[in-house]
């Protein structure tokens, strides 16, 4: 949207502020995008109540996140750190 203002009699075009939400969305998007172009998704599934279990583990020995713990645990395995 352009928004129009007469000042000193000339008329000026500025671009009107995104919204809350409409800067949410777009960060959003770009995320999601950059996710896509630049990582790969390996889905895992376990029984349901291990989910919680396995997050509260990796807390517990200091990581992050559960990606972080699984990731870890792939490349230690395969001997890459």
Do not use: F, H
């Amino acid at each position: 949207m352009i928004i129009l203002s007469q000042k000193g009699g000339d008329t000026v075009g500025r671009k009107a502020t995104k919204t809350p939400e409409e800067r949410t969305a777009a960060a959003t998007t770009y995320k999601n995008t950059w996710q896509r172009d630049n990582k790969d998704r390996i889905p895992v599934t376990v029984p349901i109540g291990d989910k919680d279990r396995i997050a509260e583990w990796a807390r517990q020995k200091g990581y992050t996140s559960t990606n972080a713990y699984i990731t870890d645990l792939i490349y230690k395995d395969m001997g890459e750190r």
